[in-house]
């Protein structure tokens, strides 16, 4: 007969849990890190702030590209969980028999193709820690009434397994759906949203703070510098004023992509409108009323656009299609239409 301490499983099992914790699980950032200047912001952070003292699970609702990562990272850092994992997934991602088995792991021999030691799930891996359910509203009908039973026991049970696992899992989950509208379509399981929504956030669009844009423009000019090899030294009230007219449809994250490809596409120190991609330029003349380009200077933009992009790729088509944000298929008509050699 072999006797042990229990505490001292307890402190074996803390320290499995905490080497995986720190491959890469953690979150990083705070709420120091969210650029903004604006009442609705200060608002929306504060009431974040509370929220994360308590133990309760968070849905963040807003578009896509409004920062629901960031601020999931920032509440878990500023909770009694900060010590533990953050584990974070985009349920939109993966197919629903791959999301099953990736937050609940399974057992060797599972099913085909299965890991000859079996898996450890992300609901493990995040135990006295918070997992991030990024893109709620996509997963799968059928899934969604197994992660509800996790929420009412605590208990999950891996593929291929019989045996419960109990974890102490705070759970932030994120959607840029109108849940509401699912449940009505009977496509998001309103018992489960009623347990994921105990508080619920609402992120501002850019649109709605359009006083952080300059913020944000200063702020993406210095991080992306020593990648680009450029620094810019001036930034022109027209290009701000451009950017402060334009809808983003895309929020920061489009931003951020169009400050990126700007000191890609400028020729020295000074960002200026010609900088910005043709779509914004023409968009925001139109809507002051103006003609905006002909269809042969826009053909000629989008072409001298294109070019510099791909010199900076060093001929990486890719890479261009990502920066320009379209699509590869795309890319390739359009070096084909234009002749780019």
């Given amino acids: 007969i072999s006797f042990q301490d229990i505490t001292q499983i307890q402190k074996q099992e803390a320290t499995i849990r905490k080497n995986l914790s720190d491959k890469g699980l953690r979150a990083k950032y705070t709420f120091r890190d969210v650029i903004h200047n604006t009442d609705i912001m200060n608002?929306?952070?504060?009431?974040?702030?509370?929220?994360?003292?308590?133990?309760?699970?968070?849905?963040?609702?807003?578009?896509?590209?409004?920062?629901?990562e960031l601020f999931a990272q920032s509440i878990h850092n500023?909770?009694?969980?900060?010590?533990?994992?953050?584990?974070?997934?985009?349920?939109?991602?993966?197919?629903?028999?791959?999301?099953?088995?990736?937050?609940?792991?399974?057992?060797?021999?599972?099913?085909?193709?299965?890991?000859?030691?079996?898996?450890?799930?992300?609901?493990?891996?995040?135990h006295r820690g918070t997992i991030f359910l990024d893109?709620?509203?996509?997963?799968?009908?059928?899934?969604?009434?197994?992660?509800?039973?996790v929420l009412e026991s605590g208990e999950f049970i891996k593929v291929g397994d019989t045996r419960p696992i109990k974890v102490n899992v705070r759970i932030i989950a994120a959607t840029n759906r109108d849940l509401q509208k699912e449940i009505e379509a009977g496509h998001f399981r309103e018992d489960l949203y009623y347990r994921l929504s105990?508080?619920?956030?609402?992120?501002?669009?850019?649109?709605?703070?359009?006083?952080?844009?300059?913020?944000?423009?200063?702020?993406?000019?210095?991080?992306?510098?020593?990648?680009v090899g450029k620094k810019i030294e001036e930034i022109t009230p027209e290009y701000l004023g451009t950017l402060k007219k334009h809808v983003w449809k895309g929020n920061v994250r489009e931003l951020r992509n169009v400050i990126e490809r700007s000191m890609i596409i400028a020729d020295g120190a000074v960002l200026t409108v010609s900088d910005l991609p043709f779509d914004i330029q023409q968009s925001v003349l139109e809507s002051e009323g103006?003609?905006?380009?002909?269809?042969?200077?826009?053909?000629?933009?989008?072409?001298?656009?294109?070019?510099?992009?791909?010199?900076?790729t060093g001929g990486n088509k890719t890479e261009a299609a990502r920066l320009m944000h379209i699509g590869l298929t795309t890319l390739y008509r359009k070096i084909e239409e234009y002749g780019i050699r």
């Fill in 43 to 68: 608002t929306t952070i504060e009431k974040a702030r509370r929220f994360a003292e308590t133990s309760s699970n968070i849905m963040l609702l807003g578009e896509s590209g409004t920062g629901k």
């Fill in 78 to 126: 500023c909770s009694k969980r900060k010590d533990g994992p953050f584990v974070a997934i985009n349920c939109a991602a993966l197919p629903e028999n791959l999301l099953e088995s990736e937050l609940f792991g399974y057992e060797a021999g599972a099913f085909s193709g299965a890991a000859k030691g079996g898996k450890v799930g992300l609901f493990e891996l995040a």
């Fill in 135 to 149: 893109e709620i509203g996509e997963m799968a009908f059928d899934l969604q009434a197994k992660l509800l039973r």
């Fill in 198 to 227: 105990v508080f619920r956030i609402q992120l501002p669009p850019l649109r709605e703070r359009i006083e952080d844009i300059e913020l944000y423009v200063r702020a993406f000019v210095k991080m992306f510098g020593p990648g």
């Fill in 290 to 312: 103006g003609k905006g380009y002909s269809e042969f200077d826009l053909a000629q933009v989008e072409k001298a656009h294109i070019r510099k992009v791909l010199q900076y």
